[in-house]
Nanobody
């Protein structure tokens, strides 16, 4: 059974940083493309960042470019999202996701999802 444990969300002031983590179990981590998405109140799920299986590629959504960084610890089967210079527009529930076959930016391409962690940024 695939399980994700997301941590690191919270409430911060604009300009602060947060580091999200998503520890996985029940899958061969190196065989999976990992991604972060977010969903703000009343909006659809938005792509944030993804890392291709084996670390062969990284891509970011427009909102994350230059401020967020995705990384992995393969020994710990964990994916991270370092978020810097946060602004109120980053307020959302952040989800990690995994799929084995497609390195993409669309939520429907991902088979496995975490429960989400809330990030709230106040001005």
């Amino acid at each position: 059974q695939v399980q994700f444990m997301e941590r690191g969300g919270g409430s911060v002031q604009a300009g602060a940083s947060l580091r999200l983590s998503c520890a996985t179990a029940g899958l061969t981590f190196s065989h999976y493309n990992m991604a972060w998405f977010r969903q703000a109140p009343g909006k659809g799920r938005e792509f944030v960042a993804a890392v291709a299986r084996g670390g062969t590629g990284i891509m970011y959504g427009d909102s994350a470019l230059g401020r967020f960084r995705i990384s992995t610890d393969d020994a710990e089967n964990t994916v991270f999202l370092q978020m810097n210079s946060l602004n109120p527009e980053a307020t959302a529930v952040y989800y990690c996701a995994a799929n084995q076959w497609v390195y993409g930016q669309l939520s429907w391409q991902y088979d496995h999802w975490g429960q989400g962690t809330q990030v709230t940024v106040s001005s």
